[in-house]
């Protein structure tokens, strides 16, 4: 059958936010411990989480101790960088890999199964939760993926790959927006900090 890894996307440099989001504080806890929590708590059977800027400050975060890290030296390049230095690590005997982005912590265990039961039950190689009409994370994609992934120009990013194989893509409704929230500003995590409290 094969093992459903889990790879969390952290190596970027959050310029945006103007401070490692990684590290901010999210339900008492760290915005990537939170995200991998979730993670860990679903029903997939491996989580790997990439690293590049702040890696030293992120690797030994206690909430990350029951999963694997690996570095990403071209993490400037952008996130398609970190998926395929993911996928790399990943190992040969995996069935399918569901992306996540380090900073989406609204995510919840619930969603992550109803993703991985479609594609098991599915003969699809691509799910998404959709909210809203609005494809979210995580994306779920079957390891045949892997070389084409590979191949993909960063120009172009992880989400051409449902456009370059339409039919091969599986959409699960869900009732929750957290697939599509992330935190790129300072302003949006306070604002949902706020709203938490």
Same mark, same amino acid.
């Given at each position: 059958?094969?093992?459903?890894?889990?790879?969390?996307?952290?190596? &970027?440099?959050?310029? %945006?936010?103007?401070? !490692?989001?990684?590290? /901010?504080?999210?339900?008492?806890?760290?915005?990537?411990?939170?995200?991998?929590?979730?993670?860990?708590?679903?029903? +997939?059977? $491996?989580? /790997?989480? +990439?690293?590049?800027?702040?890696?030293?400050?992120?690797?030994?975060? !206690?909430?990350? $101790?029951?999963?694997?890290?690996?570095?990403?030296?071209?993490?400037?390049?952008?996130?398609?960088?970190?998926?395929?230095?993911?996928?790399?690590?990943?190992?040969? &005997? =995996?069935?399918? +890999?569901?992306?996540?982005?380090?900073?989406?912590?609204?995510?919840?265990?619930?969603?992550?199964?109803?993703?991985?039961?479609?594609?098991?039950?599915?003969?699809? &190689?691509?799910?998404?939760?959709?909210?809203?009409?609005?494809? &979210? #994370?995580?994306?779920?994609?079957?390891?045949?993926? %892997?070389?084409?992934?590979?191949? /993909?120009? #960063?120009?172009?990013?992880?989400?051409?790959?449902?456009?370059?194989?339409?039919? @091969?893509?599986?959409?699960?409704? =869900?009732?929750?927006?957290?697939?599509? %929230?992330?935190?790129?500003?300072? @302003? $949006?995590?306070?604002?949902?900090?706020?709203?938490?409290?």
């Amino acid at each position: 059958m094969g093992d459903i890894w889990a790879l969390i996307l952290a190596a &970027g440099e959050s310029k %945006r936010m103007g401070t !490692p989001k990684m590290l /901010l504080t999210f339900n008492g806890s760290t915005m990537i411990e939170t995200v991998a929590a979730n993670v860990t708590r679903s029903n +997939v059977n $491996q989580t /790997l989480i +990439v690293l590049g800027a702040e890696k030293e400050s992120i690797v030994h975060l !206690p909430g990350l $101790q029951p999963v694997i890290c690996c570095f990403n030296d071209n993490y400037k390049e952008g996130m398609l960088s970190s998926v395929k230095c993911g996928f790399r690590n990943i190992s040969s &005997g =995996t069935r399918a +890999v569901m992306v996540f982005q380090g900073d989406q912590p609204l995510i919840t265990t619930q969603v992550i199964n109803s993703v991985i039961e479609a594609y098991l039950t599915s003969e699809k &190689g691509i799910v998404n939760p959709v909210f809203n009409n609005r494809r &979210g #994370h995580p994306v779920l994609i079957d390891i045949k993926y %892997r070389d084409e992934i590979e191949k /993909l120009s #960063h120009n172009v990013g992880l989400r051409s790959l449902a456009y370059m194989f339409p039919e @091969d893509v599986l959409e699960v409704s =869900t009732n929750e927006p957290g697939i599509l %929230r992330d935190f790129d500003t300072y @302003d $949006q995590y306070l604002k949902e900090i706020n709203q938490l409290c």
